[in-house]
């Protein structure tokens, strides 16, 4: 079973901040939330992780609300090159347990 | 950074032919990489996970029979598709942790597409 929800598909215009939502309801005290995403034809790419503390890198912002149920990805302002599907997973931090893809969300950004 | 690199990028092969694809950790150990499978406009599927000197672990529905993973090094990982038919066309990717950022943080090769005529 899918242990996120994320939307199927949204647009953005270029320029505009990209915020991506996603449930994660039943998430366990110790696991993380991942964030990937997959340019067309590529393998996934790391965008950012968190456990309960909002986090900041050079490529995005995540927002995790205190119930840890939901958070948001947020890219600050979007590019073309940043379309891709983009994969919220939730699973532990031991490095020798792998991650579930679920469907993910198809990110436009359009001129 | 962790980079993963897989060979080949696509390959074309006829049916019942066996093909090979390797993942190799190019800066870093991993004692676990996991092999993924990916069909068009699908999420990425969890085929197994491989254990440097032993076993691989494969997810249910996976046929160890067909896919043969070999995990011989600490940087190097094979997955042979034996006697390959159309239906085992698909993007397959693998994935190893550097185990260096306190979590659980893949990195993913580019992926091989394999086609199967």
């Known amino acids: 079973d899918a242990k996120t929800t994320q939307p199927p598909s949204m647009d953005c215009a270029e320029g505009r901040a990209a915020n991506l939502p996603c449930n994660h309801s039943t998430i366990s005290g110790n696991e993380y939330v991942y964030w990937y995403r997959q340019i067309h034809s590529q393998g996934p790419q790391y965008i950012i992780h968190g456990l309960k503390n909002n986090e900041t890198n050079e490529m995005a912002s995540l927002i995790i609300t205190e119930d840890r149920k939901s958070s948001t990805l947020i890219l600050p302002h979007a590019t073309l090159r940043d379309t891709a599907v983009y994969y919220c997973?939730?699973?532990?931090?031991?490095?020798?347990?792998?991650?579930?893809f679920g469907g993910g969300t198809r990110l436009m950004v359009k001129p | 950074g962790a980079v993963v690199s897989q060979h080949p990028s696509w390959v074309i092969c006829k049916s019942g032919t066996s093909v090979k694809i390797e993942c190799r950790s190019l800066?870093?150990?991993?004692?676990?990489m996991f092999w993924y499978r990916q069909f068009p406009k699908q999420s990425l599927m969890l085929m197994a996970t491989?254990?440097?000197?032993?076993?691989?672990?494969?997810e249910q529905g996976v046929e160890k029979d067909k896919f043969l993973i070999n995990h011989a090094s600490l940087t190097l990982s094979t997955l042979t598709v034996t006697s390959a038919h159309p239906e085992d066309s698909s993007f397959y990717i693998c994935?190893?942790?550097?185990?260096?950022?306190?979590?659980?943080?893949?990195?993913f090769g580019a992926g091989s597409r394999l086609t199967v005529l």
């Open positions: 994935s190893a942790s550097a185990g260096n950022t306190g979590a659980n943080v893949l990195t």
């Open positions: 491989s254990n440097e000197g032993s076993k691989a672990t494969y």
């Open positions: 800066d870093f150990q991993a004692t676990t």
């Open positions: 997973i939730v699973g532990s931090n031991n490095a020798g347990n792998m991650l579930t």
